[in-house]
């Protein structure tokens, strides 16, 4: 057991968990273009590396006109008002962040 699941629900969460941030970002998009705004999204996975190193490196690769990303990360947060990734997106992102708080 892993925190009270059985491994053999990982998957099953795991699917559930692409599925809904898949949902997700549909749903962004089309408030977005409800607002005649023009939005393209993307659904990163990462398994090593720290999510601001791969939002950074895919809107350099894109190239993206923005970055819209929460306060904070599901990782518990390490600072009061912004997660670390946060911080490290905007120090480092080539194209403005819009930072929204999730409440």
Do not use: C, F
């Not at 491994?7 to 005649?36: F, P, V």
């Not at 791969?54 to 350099?60: D, E, I, T, Y």
Request: avoid cysteine; glycine fraction near 6%; hydrophobic fraction near 45%.
């Amino acid at each position: 057991m892993l925190d009270g699941m059985e491994i053999s629900n990982i998957a099953e969460i795991i699917h559930d968990l692409h599925e809904h941030g898949k949902y997700m970002l549909e749903q962004a998009k089309t408030s977005a273009l409800a607002q005649g705004v023009e939005a393209d999204t993307a659904m990163l996975e990462n398994d090593l590396n720290k999510v601001s190193e791969v939002s950074v490196m895919h809107a350099k690769q894109w190239p993206a006109d923005l970055i819209l990303m929460g306060t904070h990360g599901r990782r518990g947060s390490s600072h009061l008002l912004m997660s670390s990734d946060a911080e490290a997106v905007i120090r480092t992102s080539p194209v403005p962040v819009l930072m929204v708080r999730l409440i």
